[in-house]
């Protein structure tokens, strides 16, 4: 069983950084695409970054410019560097991992942006 493990939220200002870490433990880490995910009280969980097993990424406009995805293959890990957050960056962030039908979710880690 795939264990996703998120940490590196927070309370933060605006204006602030923060960055989440999220550790696997998945054979072959390599072969997966990796993504964050947030959700918002009352809102849909969305995609916020991801990174191909090509390291192509992708960012929802929102975040475009202040966040960046990377990935650690030989530490099996996801990183999200997270600049200028504002406050409705306010959410739950979740590390995910997808190769094919096999999907997994790590629990989540929260970030505040509060003034």
């Known amino acids: 069983q795939v264990q996703l493990v998120e940490s590196g939220g927070g309370l933060v200002q605006p204006g602030e950084s923060l960055r989440l870490s999220c550790a696997a433990s998945a054979v072959a880490f390599f072969s997966y695409d990796v993504a964050w995910y947030r959700q918002a009280p009352g809102k849909q969980r969305e995609l916020v970054a991801g990174?191909?097993?090509?390291?192509?990424?992708t960012y929802v406009d929102s975040v475009k410019g202040r966040f960046t995805i990377s990935r650690d293959n030989s530490k099996k890990m996801v990183l999200l560097q997270m600049n200028s957050l504002k406050d409705e960056d306010t959410a739950v962030y979740y590390c995910?991992?997808?190769?094919?039908?096999?999907?997994?979710w790590g629990r989540g880690t929260q970030v505040t942006v509060s003034s």
């Open positions: 990174i191909s097993t090509g390291s192509r990424t």
């Open positions: 995910n991992i997808g190769r094919g039908s096999q999907v997994y």
